[in-house]
């Protein structure tokens, strides 16, 4: 995500990182490549122009700290204004009301509405520990209310079925099973079209009407750039919007819907759509988007993932052989794997660290997360007793292991050789050298990415 967007910004910004002072034309210099790099990510022209203009100002009116080079003071700049950009903090969900909280969940087809519905719940059964019903009013698209309902059995929260033929009647019904059986939160899922009509419209309205709701969340693809902010700005004037969620932003590598569409439409960003898996929605946080933007990393969003996504037991049980000197096995390492995919792969975690945009591409080829499902494939084709390193992996063992996994011996030599750079690193780490830690994780990732 902004992959393109962050490379160009990082560009533009190097331009100051060697100059002694901020003047009015070395500013002018950097902005004229910012400017650029928005316009090429789809950012809308009056927003780019804003936004250029406001970091003009703050530039050419700033004080520069004496611990920051002028580069770094300008980066600082751009931050705080791509910050301001987006709607300068997060946004929660205004849920205190008197239940049931109802979000009604509005948008084109396509965008991704329904399974959106189901991340929202496990969302909010995960943080706010709330009861929750679903519901489907969509009556024209074939299935969609089956859809729902294996995607709220899936993860676990409630589904209102009815055989009601009218959306609105749906509706009510919903709303009225939600106050009787005490749910805390309605979710109702709403029909979409191909494109805006008026029969849409008063559908929306007329179910808006009955259910009253205090969260009216318009879903739209971010992969249709500015069209996702012309179609914020047409719904919000037929419906009050009180949020966006932005589906597929894993796959927008320019990012200009969400540096546009709060500027443009007026109404916060919530959420963000990252993937298909049902717990891949993330909270909208402004301040850490326009870090991971300029390449400086979200280390906030990485812990709040490690603590949620990974498991406590385990961490704990490692965290004991650890202190207890108890050999690292390939079991230990298969669980970290498999915490690893929870959080998006080797690249989910490395986007999320300062500078990783600065990889070049053949490492992040090798870092691809197939490797890790290989590695995983192998490491469950040996048995117990070769994962618990109770036997020597010889020859025949490793003939059996390859073919298992459906890989070459080559690759289970090169797995074993991994693994015993993690052991040694794993003493080191015991031994307290810090920096022979370093120089043994090297073993771990790709030659060159640190240096080798």
């Not at 700049?77 to 301001?84: A, D, K, N, P, S």
């Not at 509405?113 to 189901?118: D, I, N, P, S």
């Not at 209102?160 to 059986?181: G, N």
């Not at 043994?440 to 240096?451: E, I, N």
Request: proline content about 4%.
């Amino acid at each position: 995500m902004f992959d393109n967007l962050t490379e160009r910004l990082s560009s533009a910004l190097r331009t100051l990182s060697g100059r002694g002072r901020l003047t009015e034309d070395n500013i002018q210099e950097s902005l004229r490549e910012v400017r650029r790099a928005l316009l090429e990510a789809d950012v809308a022209l009056p927003v780019v122009n804003a936004f250029i203009h406001q970091v003009q100002q703050s530039a050419l009116g700033e004080a520069i700290h004496q611990s920051l080079t002028p580069g770094q003071a300008f980066i600082k700049i751009v931050q705080r204004e791509l910050t301001t950009l987006m709607g300068s903090h997060h946004q929660p969900l205004q849920l205190q009301t008197e239940p049931p909280a109802v979000l009604l969940m509005v948008g084109l087809q396509g965008a991704g509405k329904t399974t959106t519905v189901a991340k929202l719940g496990q969302f909010l059964q995960k943080s706010k520990k709330r009861k929750i019903l679903v519901a489907s009013t969509d009556v024209y698209r074939p299935a969609a209310k089956q859809q729902l309902q294996l995607l709220a059995q899936a993860i676990g929260v409630d589904f209102f079925s009815s055989d009601l033929a009218d959306p609105v009647d749906i509706a009510r019904a919903a709303h009225q099973q939600a106050r009787v059986k005490f749910y805390e939160i309605l979710i109702v899922d709403t029909a979409g079209r191909l494109h805006i009509d008026d029969k849409m419209m008063r559908e929306m309205q007329q179910i808006h009407q009955v259910l009253n709701p205090i969260e009216t969340l318009f879903v739209v693809d971010a992969t249709v750039g500015q069209d996702a902010v012309t179609m914020a700005k047409a719904f919000d004037s037929q419906l009050p919007l009180t949020g966006i969620i932005l589906t597929k932003a894993d796959g927008d590598t320019r990012g200009g819907a969400a540096l546009s569409v709060r500027q443009v439409t007026g109404k916060p960003l919530k959420f963000l759509g990252v993937g298909e898996k049902s717990d891949a929605l993330e909270p909208f946080h402004p301040e850490r988007l326009a870090s991971r933007i300029l390449g400086m990393g979200d280390v906030l969003s990485l812990i709040e993932e490690l603590e949620e996504k990974t498991d406590a037991k385990k961490k704990e049980q490692l965290v004991n052989k650890f202190k207890q000197g108890t050999r690292f096995d390939f079991e230990d390492f298969r669980d970290q794997l498999q915490q690893m995919k929870k959080m998006g792969g080797m690249m989910g975690v490395l986007n999320k660290l300062p500078g990783a945009h600065q990889l070049p591409d053949h490492l992040k080829s090798q870092l691809d997360d197939k490797l890790f499902t290989r590695m995983e494939a192998i490491i469950n084709s040996m048995t117990r007793q070769e994962r618990q390193l109770q036997v020597v992996m010889k020859g025949s063992r490793k003939r059996r292991v390859a073919q298992g996994a459906g890989v070459q011996v080559q690759a289970v030599n090169q797995l074993l050789k991994q693994f015993e750079e993690m052991q040694q690193m794993m003493k080191k780490m015991r031994s307290g050298g810090i920096g022979k830690m370093m120089r043994g994780f090297q073993g771990l990732l790709p030659p060159g990415l640190m240096g080798r």
